[in-house]
């Protein structure tokens, strides 16, 4: 087991399962990323730089997808509870599985074309 399996596995199994799912989405929404822990939590990284993270919590999951995965999606995200680079989708209600697929491609997107556009 690795990390990230043994911080999903510290979790009760209905969360689990979500967060199985969230790392399966992540990881088939941006194939090339590499997988650890930053933070005491699963994180993802494109060319090095930060992608997306995702957290468990007793009455949430936060996905952190750094300022501009967020503001790019202000307005889907606009009734969950927010930080700055954070979400929080509360247990009791439906996981938007599809909006963070989304928001991963977005920041995948994103920190390939920061790539390229460093290499000139």
Do not use: W
């Amino acid at each position: 087991m690795n990390e990230v399996d043994c911080y999903i596995a510290g979790f009760p199994p209905e969360v689990q399962q979500i967060l199985h799912e969230i790392r399966g989405i992540i990881i088939g929404a941006a194939p090339d990323a590499t997988e650890g822990m930053a933070y005491g939590i699963p994180a993802y990284k494109t060319n090095g730089k930060p992608l997306v993270y995702f957290a468990g919590f007793k009455k949430h999951i936060g996905f952190y997808a750094t300022p501009t995965g967020h503001s790019a999606f202000a307005a889907e995200l606009a009734h969950y509870k927010q930080g700055k680079g954070s979400v929080q989708f509360p247990l009791n209600k439906p996981i938007p599985y599809d909006l963070i697929r989304r928001i991963t491609v977005f920041r995948a997107l994103e920190n390939n074309a920061k790539q390229r556009a460093k290499r000139g």
